[in-house]
C-alpha cells in the first residue's frame, strides 16, 4: 500500500511538472530572467503549488496519523544555521544555472532529457559526497 500510495503521488507530481511545462528548464531560467524576455509562467505554477499544499496539510493534519505509517515525519528542526544557508545557496545556484530541481530533473531524465540526466547523476554524487562528509540527516 505504501509503496503503491509512493508511485502514484510520484506520478502525480511528475505528470504536473509535465503539463505545467516545468520540466522545460527554459521555464525556470526564463523566470529568473528578469531583465530579459521574462516568463512569469513559474510564478502561477508555484503560487498554485502553495494553495493546494496549504489547503492539503490543513486537511491531512487533522488527521492522528497519515493513511500509510503510524506517524508523520516532518522537519523538526527550527534552526538557520550555515549548513542551511550553504545548502540553500547551492542549490538556488544550481537551479538558476541548470533550469533543473530535483523533481523536473527526473521527470525530465524519465523523458530522456541528455542535460537531465547529467544533472541528475551530479544531484546523486553531490549527495553521496554530502554523506561522506557530513553523515546521512
Known amino acids: ?5 509512493s508511485f502514484i503521488s510520484g506520478g502525480l507530481f511528475g505528470l504536473g511538472l509535465v503539463i505545467s511545462g ?3 528548464p527554459a521555464k525556470v531560467i526564463g523566470f529568473l530572467d528578469i ?5 512569469p509562467s513559474l510564478a502561477f505554477v508555484m503560487a498554485g503549488g502553495l494553495i493546494v499544499t496549504a489547503i492539503g496539510y490543513r486537511l491531512v493534519f487533522r488527521r492522528t496519523a497519515p493513511v500509510c505509517d503510524s ?3 516532518v522537519p523538526t528542526n527550527r534552526v538557520i544555521d550555515a549548513r542551511l ?3 540553500a ?6 537551479w538558476g544555472l ?11 531524465t524519465a523523458l530522456g532529457h541528455i542535460e537531465a540526466i547529467a544533472f541528475v547523476a551530479a544531484m546523486l554524487a553531490g549527495m553521496w559526497l554530502k554523506d561522506r562528509l557530513f553523515g546521512t540527516a
Do not use: E, L, R, T
Open 1 to 5: 500500500m505504501k509503496i503503491a500510495a
Open 22 to 24: 516545468m520540466s522545460n
Open 35 to 39: 531583465a530579459g524576455n521574462w516568463d
Open 71 to 73: 506517524q508523520f515525519h
Open 85 to 87: 544557508i550553504g545548502g
Open 89 to 94: 545557496a547551492i542549490f538556488g545556484i544550481g
Open 98 to 108: 541548470g533550469g533543473f530541481c530535483p523533481g523536473p530533473g527526473i521527470v525530465a
